[in-house]
């Protein structure tokens, strides 16, 4: 139906979808930019006599990685790894790994079980964020004993509890990414 007011104006459910596509900047950004701000929460003026700060960055790239697989290309561990390592004290080349090895490990996992639910991503993302952080702490140089681990206990208990708010946060972030804008035509 024509508005008699405006007749350029398009009443019909449809029309303002018509000659819309994804802006390429967000479609492809978002991840990444999230990501990479993610690695500078180092940086935020947090005090505390043992590591209790999840690592946001990983889980970021994890949560992207689980719900959208095809997004984050392989090799995307290691610029993201490597600007973790340059804002988390870790040193040079271990967030290059373990961000790599995860993307590897989750791809592989993809290949062998392609359907899963949310369930099965938080006890996948809670073996993952164990082990990252297991094997940071032992990279850094930390001997492995009973007090590292014991000092690992609430870093790792607030990452359980935090990856479904990130996940959230990565869908939020997802939303955004797929908006459509006009297109020029």
Same mark, same amino acid.
């Given at each position: 139906m024509i508005d008699p007011i405006n007749?350029?104006?398009?009443?019909?459910?449809?029309?303002?979808?018509?000659?819309r596509d994804h802006a390429p900047l967000l479609a492809y950004g978002v991840p990444w930019v999230s990501?990479?701000?993610?690695?500078?929460?180092?940086?935020?003026?947090?005090i505390a006599p043992a590591p209790i700060l999840p690592p946001l960055a990983f889980m970021l790239l994890l949560a992207w990685r689980l719900m959208r697989p095809g997004l984050l290309p392989l090799w995307a561990g290691l610029p993201l790894g490597a600007f973790d390592d340059l804002f988390s004290g870790q040193p040079f080349g271990s967030g290059i790994l373990l961000f790599s090895l995860t993307l590897i490990g989750i791809e592989a996992l993809d290949a062998r079980f392609p359907w899963r639910s949310f369930w099965q991503d938080w006890i996948i993302a809670i073996a993952v964020i164990a082990a990252y952080l297991v094997v940071a702490a032992l990279v850094s140089g930390a001997h492995p004993d009973r007090a590292l681990l014991l000092a690992l206990v609430p870093q790792f208990a607030l990452s359980m509890l935090?990856?479904?708010?990130?996940?959230?946060? #990565?869908?939020? $972030?997802?939303?955004?990414?797929?908006?459509? #804008?006009?297109? $020029?035509?």
């Amino acid at each position: 139906m024509i508005d008699p007011i405006n007749p350029r104006a398009r009443r019909d459910a449809f029309g303002s979808k018509i000659n819309r596509d994804h802006a390429p900047l967000l479609a492809y950004g978002v991840p990444w930019v999230s990501i990479l701000l993610a690695s500078l929460t180092p940086l935020l003026p947090i005090i505390a006599p043992a590591p209790i700060l999840p690592p946001l960055a990983f889980m970021l790239l994890l949560a992207w990685r689980l719900m959208r697989p095809g997004l984050l290309p392989l090799w995307a561990g290691l610029p993201l790894g490597a600007f973790d390592d340059l804002f988390s004290g870790q040193p040079f080349g271990s967030g290059i790994l373990l961000f790599s090895l995860t993307l590897i490990g989750i791809e592989a996992l993809d290949a062998r079980f392609p359907w899963r639910s949310f369930w099965q991503d938080w006890i996948i993302a809670i073996a993952v964020i164990a082990a990252y952080l297991v094997v940071a702490a032992l990279v850094s140089g930390a001997h492995p004993d009973r007090a590292l681990l014991l000092a690992l206990v609430p870093q790792f208990a607030l990452s359980m509890l935090m990856f479904p708010i990130i996940a959230r946060i #990565v869908s939020m $972030l997802d939303r955004l990414r797929l908006l459509r #804008v006009r297109r $020029l035509a």
